[in-house]
């Protein structure tokens, strides 16, 4: 089975700064992997796939890269409304999510 | 514009087998490539992947939770059901559907709003 380990667990920042989250995978997955955000009592929503591209309606300031086993969601200027927990998702063999990051107001 | 909802038991009793159902529109799972999934989340932590199954009737299940679930799709009613045998406390949590994109290596674009379960 494919492990996905996010880091940090919890980030507190402000609104304006640059927010980067990491998720490594125990195998390589290529770079099938996808990004969401998730709010309190709200389904997922996909904001990247394929390591890199951005989903349609997904604004700019969310990026995505990273190839193998070693991934980084930037979020360039957070928002208000980009509080909430990310999850990466390895799709290269079945499907795994990592543990979450909650990216909390500081 | 495609949408899923799950519908299910609210509460269930250890030792019961659980059965969810999805309901989705907007597009037809005899579609090439197309898949529908189970996914579920217990209070406060991660997602977990529990089943797939694609337009062909092929399935993908979670190793941990294989000998448990079974999951079937009914194309004429646009339906995919998911049953979970031998309930337990640790199997609350929120269970979300989801669309599989039909593309080679698709995840999953769009999610249902999930049904809570409680098992007690």
């Known amino acids: 089975d494919v492990q996905m380990t996010q880091s940090p667990s919890t980030l507190s920042a402000s609104v304006g700064d640059r927010v980067t989250i990491t998720c490594r995978a125990s195998?390589?997955?290529?770079?099938?992997l996808a990004w969401y955000q998730q709010k309190p009592g709200r389904a997922p929503k996909l904001l990247i796939y394929?390591?890199?591209t951005l989903e349609s309606g997904v604004p700019s300031r969310f990026s995505g890269s990273g190839s193998d086993t070693e991934f980084t969601l930037t979020i360039s200027s957070l928002q208000p409304d980009d509080f909430a927990t990310y999850y990466c998702q390895q799709y290269n063999d079945y499907w795994t999510f990592g543990q979450g990051t909650k990216v909390e107001i500081k | 514009q495609i949408t899923l909802k799950e519908s299910g038991p609210t509460l269930v009793k250890p030792t019961q087998t659980l059965t969810l159902t999805c309901n989705f529109s907007?597009?037809?799972?005899?579609?090439?490539?197309?898949?529908v999934a189970w996914i579920r989340q217990p209070p406060g932590k991660a997602l977990e992947w529990l089943a797939l199954i694609y337009w062909d009737g092929d399935k993908r299940y979670s190793p941990s939770l294989k000998r448990r679930l079974t999951i079937t799709q009914d194309t004429s009613k646009s339906q995919v059901v998911l049953t979970m045998t031998n309930m337990g406390p640790v199997d609350t949590g929120t269970y979300y559907c989801?669309?599989?994109?039909?593309?080679?290596?698709?995840?999953?674009?769009?999610w249902g709003q999930g049904t809570v379960v409680t098992v007690s």
């Open positions: 989801a669309h599989r994109r039909p593309i080679t290596h698709g995840t999953f674009d769009i």
């Open positions: 195998l390589t997955v290529s770079d099938w």
């Open positions: 907007g597009f037809s799972i005899s579609t090439s490539g197309v898949g």
């Open positions: 394929r390591a890199s």
